[in-house]
């Protein structure tokens, strides 16, 4: 079993639609989860933070259940501008050295 | 801002042939990463620096050697070439390495290995 897994897609989309990403982790001692966004063939940039409390960043909304192991991204009103890899990262280990990339969601917003 | 810079930007290599992809970064950060990314595998973490003279492994470190002799730069190096080392290869760096600090990411190497 991968330690973090997600759905590899693709999402395809209408604009204004509102689609959620899953991911789920392995690591029960993960200490700090992201979500990073990837376009085609160029580096990952970091979208946001995911809290225990949730927390939203405009149209984006992060949720971590951690009795789950279960980390979650939805996006509002979709933009044909979302349209990339959102990959979920979880960081466990001592000093949270241990930086675990999912494979990533594809996601294609159409207008 | 600079930021993290990777060079080069592609690479083509014969099988065999050692060489040296470079990451620079000018925000002062202590943590440094390499990692290699291969279709539908996400990226995995080859080695990683916590700061100037301290390496460590990571996930897929056979093949590749790293050193960090400045704050600056985190160099890694192929020792022999081989094709399974064809992938595209991001150098990534934050604050530190502790839980909450995002990574900044390079553009990427594209490397192949005939």
């Known amino acids: 079993r991968k330690e973090v897994e997600q759905d590899p897609g693709p999402f395809n989309v209408p604009e204004g639609a509102t689609v959620a990403f899953n991911c789920t982790y392995s690591n029960s001692a993960s200490q700090s989860f992201f979500w990073y966004r990837q376009d085609c063939r160029k580096e990952p940039k970091l979208l946001m933070s995911v809290y225990s409390s949730g927390n939203e960043d405009g149209r984006f909304t992060a949720q971590l259940n951690r009795a789950s192991q279960y980390i979650s991204l939805l996006i509002r009103d979709s933009k044909l501008s979302d349209s990339a890899t959102y990959l979920c990262?979880?960081?466990?280990?001592?000093?949270?050295?241990?930086?675990?990339f999912g494979a990533g969601t594809r996601l294609f917003v159409k207008a | 801002n600079a930021g993290v810079t990777q060079t080069p930007k592609f690479q083509v290599l014969k099988t065999g042939q050692s060489m040296t992809l470079q990451c620079a970064q000018d925000?002062?950060?202590?943590?440094m990463s390499w990692y290699r990314q291969d279709p539908g595998m996400g990226l995995r973490l080859i080695h990683y620096s916590v700061g100037a003279g301290i390496t460590d492994q990571g996930e897929v470190p056979n093949g590749y050697n790293v050193s960090r002799s400045t704050t600056e730069d985190f160099p890694l190096r192929l020792l022999s070439a081989a094709p399974s080392q064809t992938s595209v290869y991001f150098c990534a760096s934050s604050y530190t390495g502790g839980s909450g600090q995002p990574q900044h990411f390079g553009d990427g190497t594209r490397l192949s290995i005939l």
């Open positions: 925000m002062n950060h202590e943590y």
């Open positions: 990262v979880v960081v466990s280990g001592t000093g949270g050295f241990k930086t675990i």
